[in-house]
T-cell receptor, first 113, second 111 residues
């Protein structure tokens, strides 16, 4: 099956902990993204990688860091989570960095207590 | 900073009815526009793209673009309960994949 896969589906943690989310795409795409979708459903791009190279790094707190081992994987680490980090984190991919359709995973819902 | 305004915020239509969703952009440099649909518990999925002025029809879905008015719309004919979802319009920032997203329109189709 070709798609965008994310793990875990849900994660509940306490303030100050570190969390990591995984994303893998089997579509053969060159470009991958991390989005944050807040409780009002607003989608904000956080990072984008093209061929393992960081090309978009929006204004996000420094405790967020993406990690790309190859074109098919883009993980997200959050050091010392804060309550405002509670959201759904969506991973997406596209064929390349041109004007392309983006394919999304199902998301990871993070709850910070 | 480019903004995307969507209206209405929510919409209820009967099964078989027409749903009309609207979107306006603040940046005249926006050239490429998309409609994405997100069902509950899933990620968004691209529905249609529209890059030229005028109408584009794909099955029950028709998108309309007027670049001079910075206006994009989506019309869903013969709406089905399975069309119930959150609909986003999005525009590319330049000739690349970076998208600016609207806040979405929540559509409910009642059987």
């Amino acid at each position: 099956e070709t798609a965008v896969f994310q793990t875990p589906n849900y994660h509940v943690t306490q303030v100050g902990n570190e969390v990591s989310f995984n994303c893998k795409q089997t579509l053969g795409h060159d470009t991958m993204y991390w989005y944050k979708q807040d409780s009002k459903k607003l989608l904000k791009i956080m990072f984008s990688y093209n061929n393992k190279q960081l090309i978009v790094n929006e204004t996000v707190p420094r405790r967020f860091s993406p990690q790309s081992s190859d074109k098919a994987h883009l993980n997200l680490r959050i050091k010392s989570v804060e309550p405002e980090d509670s959201a759904v984190y969506l991973c997406a991919s596209s064929r390349d960095w041109g004007v392309r359709e983006q394919y999304f995973g199902p998301g990871t819902r993070l709850t910070v207590l | 900073q480019q903004k995307v305004q969507q209206s209405p915020e929510s919409l209820i239509v009967p099964e078989g009815g027409m749903a009309s969703l609207n979107c306006t952009f603040s940046d005249r440099n926006s050239q490429y526009f998309w409609w994405y649909r997100q069902h509950s518990g899933e990620g968004p999925k691209a529905l249609m793209s529209i890059f030229s002025n005028g109408d584009k029809k794909e099955g029950r879905f028709t998108a309309h673009l007027n670049k001079a008015s910075l206006y994009v719309s989506l019309h869903i004919k013969d709406s089905q309960p399975s069309d119930s979802a959150l609909y986003f319009c999005a525009g590319n920032v330049g000739d690349n994949s970076k998208l600016i997203w609207g806040l979405g329109t929540s559509l409910v189709v009642n059987p």
